[in-house]
């Protein structure tokens, strides 16, 4: 079967760093993904992992540990606008279908 | 960039409407399509994929009569809520996928809300 977890709410502060954790157990792998969705909007893409190690795009960075089934998503120097829900979805094998695990609302303060 | 254009952004009708949702990939083709549907604060969750010139497949639990797929081209993929009520009320989000790199990401439309009264 195919399972995702993370975290349901996250709390941080503007100018902090903040971490949102993600497992996954699914029947095959073909790549992670990062999505960033603000309340009632579509997602939009944040980053990819396929490879073991740490992509770093600007403000944000993800992490993947295929023999642990685990990623992470690192924002830094938060912003106000970086509150928001985060999608950690992954790939089958067939590469067609994307599973989404369910979200994380990260909630940032003055 | 990828583009996905979702068409209309809102809407509200009475019980017992059909609506037609339309997704549209506007500078790529995509042979498949994705349709997910949200409810407040939870994740996405797919209904149903769309393939160009084919069946969709649909996810288990969702009606295949009740929410219909055309895939018609390689840039058009329509759901329609047949005989919609109040419980089907949701934000309905497609996605497609340039097929031409696996490392691609899916790109969503910005998503329908539709209300049912």
């Known amino acids: 079967g195919q399972n995702i977890d993370q975290p349901t709410e996250m709390t941080a502060t503007e100018g902090a760093i903040v971490q949102i954790n993600c497992t996954y157990q699914t029947s095959g792998f073909n790549g992670l993904f990062w999505y960033q969705q603000h309340a009632g909007e579509a997602p939009t893409f944040l980053s990819y992992?396929?490879?073991?190690g740490l992509e770093e795009k600007g403000r944000f960075s993800s992490f993947l540990s295929r023999s642990k089934g685990y990623s992470y998503l690192l924002l830094k120097e938060l912003q106000m606008k970086d509150s928001a829900s985060y999608l950690c979805?992954?790939?089958?094998?067939?590469?067609?279908?994307?599973?989404f695990g369910p979200g994380t609302r990260l909630s940032v303060l003055p | 960039g990828a583009v996905v254009s979702q068409h209309p952004s809102w809407v509200i009708c009475k019980s017992g409407t059909s609506v037609k949702i339309e997704c549209r990939s506007l500078d790529f083709q995509a042979t498949t399509m994705f349709w997910y549907r949200q409810f407040p604060k939870q994740s996405l969750m797919l209904m149903a994929t769309s393939n160009e010139g084919s069946k969709a497949t649909y996810e288990q639990g969702v009606e295949k009569d009740k929410f219909l797929i055309n895939h018609a081209s390689l840039t058009l993929s329509t759901l329609t809520v047949t005989s919609a009520h109040p419980e089907d009320s949701s934000f309905y989000i497609c996605?497609?996928?340039?097929?031409?790199?696996?490392?691609?990401?899916?790109?969503f439309g910005d998503g329908t809300r539709l209300s049912i009264l």
């Open positions: 996605s497609a996928r340039e097929q031409i790199a696996s490392n691609q990401p899916q790109h």
């Open positions: 992992n396929v490879l073991d």
């Open positions: 979805a992954v790939r089958d094998n067939y590469g067609q279908n994307f599973v």
